[in-house]
């Protein structure tokens, strides 16, 4: 690049593939690492330079949990899962009732041993899409999730 130095951040063109990319790391032996779409690529500083702006964000990279349906079920079901599996579940689920709009969800752990129940709610506790969630006034084995 001419004039000065490439810095992390900087928006460069990768003269190999002609496409717009954002400097991820400089090298002292002349290298930098730069981003261009998903993948990210090593090259000689000589192979770049300077895009339209002088400097860009870094690339987001975004993972999708769940394809948005029409409706998810109106509750889920944890019976007979391990806390792992009913932790997975519940994140699935919510995100798939983010998803569709909805507002409110149910969780059935039942009572068992507690620990579902108990890692359901300190998972609840720390998601910031959650409102509030309680235990159902009528089914104690039951968890209304209200979602922000």
């Known amino acids: 690049?001419?004039?000065?130095?490439?810095?992390?951040?900087?928006?460069?063109?990768?003269a190999?593939?002609?496409?717009?990319?954002?400097?991820?790391k400089v090298?002292?032996?002349g290298k930098v690492r730069v981003a261009v779409g998903s993948i990210s690529i090593v090259c000689?500083?000589?192979?770049?330079?300077?895009?339209?702006m002088a400097r860009a964000e870094p690339p987001?990279?975004?993972k999708v949990?769940?394809?948005p349906s029409a409706r998810p079920p109106t509750r889920l079901d944890l019976h007979g899962m391990t806390v792992g599996e009913?932790?997975?579940?519940?994140?699935?689920?919510?995100?798939?009732?983010?998803?569709s709009g909805g507002a409110q969800a149910k969780i059935t752990h039942g009572f068992g041993t507690g620990r579902v129940q108990a890692a359901v709610h300190?998972?609840?506790?720390?998601?910031?899409?959650?409102?509030?969630?309680?235990?159902?006034?009528?089914?104690?084995?039951?968890?209304?999730?209200?979602?922000?």
């Not at 690049?1 to 990768?14: F, K, Y």
Request: aromatic share 4%; glycine share 6%.
């Open 1 to 14: 690049m001419s004039g000065r130095p490439v810095q992390e951040g900087d928006a460069v063109t990768v």
């Open 16 to 24: 190999s593939l002609r496409k717009r990319g954002v400097v991820e």
């Open 27 to 29: 090298f002292a032996d």
């Open 44 to 52: 000689s500083v000589d192979q770049v330079s300077p895009a339209e």
């Open 60 to 62: 987001v990279k975004v």
């Open 65 to 67: 949990l769940a394809q």
């Open 86 to 99: 009913a932790t997975r579940a519940v994140e699935e689920y919510l995100n798939r009732v983010i998803l």
């Open 122 to 148: 300190e998972l609840l506790g720390r998601l910031p899409v959650v409102r509030a969630f309680r235990l159902n006034d009528r089914n104690p084995g039951e968890t209304d999730v209200f979602l922000a």
